[in-house]
């Protein structure tokens, strides 16, 4: 199986910066994409931006020109900075990868999420 867990959350103002990480570990063979995700209180889960293997990245409108996902393959692990975070960017934050694993001599597919770590933007 694989694991993921998230850092880097916290209190921030608004128009402060602030970087999350997510590790994934376990017996990975590839991973084909890692995103970030939110979940605010009352409102449904939504995406923020997502990598692929291959480098190619997608964020939502909102976040545009404000938050950077990246990653570092080597360590499997996906970063998203931050900037210019605002009341409305209050939420968990969750990470997400998708890939192969290997298992009992097999390669299996995963699809799985990280714990979350909450962002509060706040005076």
């Known amino acids: 199986q694989v694991q993921l867990v998230e850092s880097g959350g916290g209190l921030v103002q608004p128009g402060g910066s602030l970087r999350l990480s997510c590790a994934a570990s376990?017996?990975?063979?590839?991973?084909?994409?890692m995103g970030w995700y939110r979940q605010a209180p009352g409102k449904q889960r939504e995406l923020v931006a997502t990598?692929?293997?291959?480098?190619?990245?997608n964020s939502a409108d909102s976040v545009k020109g404000r938050f950077t996902i990246s990653r570092d393959s080597a360590k499997n692990t996906v970063y998203l900075q931050m900037n210019s975070l605002k009341p409305e960017d209050t939420a968990v934050y969750l990470c997400?990868?998708?890939?192969?694993?290997?298992?009992?001599?097999?390669?299996?597919?995963?699809?799985?999420w990280g714990q979350g770590t909450q962002v509060t933007v706040s005076s």
């Open positions: 997400n990868a998708a890939g192969i694993y290997f298992k009992g001599g097999y390669y299996l597919t995963f699809d799985d």
């Open positions: 376990g017996s990975i063979a590839s991973i084909t994409a």
């Open positions: 990598i692929t293997g291959g480098g190619s990245t």
